[in-house]
């Protein structure tokens, strides 16, 4: 798979965005997808999975009940909705397919990543 991210900005504390991923081939319904960050002088760092179907979700503890993944497999989308924002949810958010349909700890390709910036 191919992935191309879309939908950071610049956004001041307390707003919202959603970020895209699209997915090029014909096999993203079958791999699981989440979404990580790397802030600054600091490590990439897992931010949410979902599976194959949509079924199954994981967060990090930092942004459960902010953020909320999801996916549409018709039109090869993984999304990212990020309310309630911070200043240190800044980063580059990078999406990310598995090795498989389910969540994993192994993730096979990488998009270009799209910067995500909260100004307090």
């Known amino acids: 798979l191919q992935l191309v991210e879309s939908g950071g900005g610049l956004v001041q504390a307390g707003g919202s965005l959603r970020l895209s991923c699209t997915a090029s081939?014909?096999?993203?319904?079958?791999?699981?997808m989440a979404w990580f960050r790397q802030a600054p002088g600091k490590e990439r760092e897992f931010v949410a999975g979902i599976n194959w179907s949509g079924g199954r979700t994981y967060y990090a503890d930092s942004v459960k009940g902010r953020f909320t993944i999801s996916r549409d497999n018709a039109k090869n989308t993984v999304y990212l909705q990020m309310n309630s924002l911070k200043p240190e949810d800044t980063a580059v958010y990078y999406c990310?397919?598995?090795?498989?349909?389910?969540?994993?700890?192994?993730?096979?390709?990488w998009g270009q990543g799209t910067q995500v910036t909260v100004s307090s």
């Open positions: 081939g014909r096999a993203f319904s079958s791999y699981a």
């Open positions: 990310a397919s598995s090795i498989g349909p389910n969540i994993a700890t192994t993730w096979r390709n």
